[in-house]
């Protein structure tokens, strides 16, 4: 049984609009094991940016933790991070646990050079040595394929997006956090580039060891580097298991309909189908289980009975009929 780092229990968030509360965090929970890559799939709005935030607390004045809690394991002590103080969270955010927006790409500070972005984070975290911070950008920056020489005085704009990215990459593991959260951190590049950053994740994870959470709507790039991979539909992880079962085998017929929505492991793109319908609205969401109304295998009882992520062995899904989807889903194969 491989070790925990982060147990989340429960863990439920609303952010306030007009229309009345947005349900985009329901009860989640599940474990994230040591070493592993977790990706988190699901069509835009299903509330992956919004579980990436809530873990580390990084939520908006609009969004309110209603229930749950997050606990960080490292070794023998547990710490509940919805019970630590803004400072020590803030501190935690980045030596621990660090984040990369998917929006950050634009959230360099133009007027500074790439340099001080090192100093300043790293100056914020404790750590005051000049030159050892400089030498600890030197040797990310080289890490991440990027001549330090050419980086470390420039300004954001003078670099690419590719650069950029990997400079975020860089930037993310200069306090050495035990786990990293990526969000769509390839979404704004060009094929090529994905493809070097993808393999860079790999090569920087071997090297650091740490622990990742991988957003993506890009199925096969989770496929490729995900160890397990988590579907959220409607605020929720409605299916939980290894790389191989998800593809192959999936249980929910949401997980079904995506992995046939992208070219399939072995490269064939035969299958391109989309899921028919829209993905619900949070703050009115369908009875029972919120997919019934796009699922072909929904029964009268999904109308009313929402279905419980179950584990059986290795495999959570939240369905009635998960028999049924996975006998489907090998036919389709
Ligand atoms: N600041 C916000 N205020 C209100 N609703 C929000 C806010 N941010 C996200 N949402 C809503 O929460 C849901 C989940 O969003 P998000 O976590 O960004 O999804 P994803 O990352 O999967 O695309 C969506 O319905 C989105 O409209
Ligand atoms: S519980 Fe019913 S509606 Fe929901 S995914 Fe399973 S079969 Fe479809
Ligand atoms: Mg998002």
């Known amino acids: 049984m491989a070790d925990t780092v982060l147990e989340v229990r429960d863990l439920s968030l609303e952010y306030r609009s007009r229309r009345g509360p947005v349900k985009a965090l329901r009860n989640v929970s599940f474990d994230l ?17 919004t579980m990436g935030f809530a873990l580390i607390r990084l939520t908006p004045g609009t969004a309110k933790i209603t229930n749950g809690n997050v606990t960080f394991v490292d070794g023998p002590n547990r710490i509940n991070l919805m019970e630590m103080s803004e400072n020590e969270i803030r501190r935690f955010r980045w030596t621990d646990m660090a984040m990369m927006l998917q929006a950050a790409l634009n959230a360099y500070n133009p007027l500074i050079r790439i340099q001080d972005h090192f100093i300043d984070t790293a100056k914020a975290h404790g750590l005051n040595n000049k030159s050892e911070i400089i030498a600890r950008a030197r040797r990310l920056l080289t890490g991440v394929q990027l001549d330090a020489d050419r980086v470390l005085p420039a300004y954001p704009h003078e670099l690419s997006g590719g650069m950029r990215q990997r400079v975020l990459l860089a930037l993310g593991l200069l306090m050495q956090p035990k786990i990293i959260i990526l969000d769509e951190p390839t979404t704004a590049l060009d094929i090529l580039t994905q493809r070097s950053i993808i393999e860079l994740l790999r090569k920087l994870k071997d090297e650091f060891n740490f622990t990742m959470i991988f957003i993506s ?6 496929a490729e580097l995900a160890d397990r991979v988590a579907t959220m539909y409607a605020g929720q992880i409605v299916e939980l298991t290894d ?33 028919p319908g829209s993905p619900p609205d949070l703050v009115f969401m ?13 029964t009268d009882k999904c109308k009313e009975v929402e279905p419980k992520l179950t584990a059986y062995g290795g495999h959570q899904v939240a ?15």
């Open 243 to 275: 790389v191989f079962s998800a593809f192959e085998k999936p249980r929910h017929p949401y997980t079904f309909g995506l992995t046939r929505a992208v070219p399939t492991l072995h490269g064939a793109v035969e299958k391109l189908e989309s899921i």
């Open 33 to 49: 094991y040591k070493g592993e890559t977790l990706a988190l799939i699901g069509e835009s709005g299903c509330g992956k940016s």
């Open 217 to 222: 709507h890009d199925l096969s790039l989770a």
């Open 286 to 298: 369908p009875s029972g289980c919120k997919f019934h109304p796009r699922c072909p295998f929904a």
């Open 319 to 333: 369905c009635h009929n998960w028999q049924q989807v996975l006998e489907e889903s090998q036919k389709a194969r």
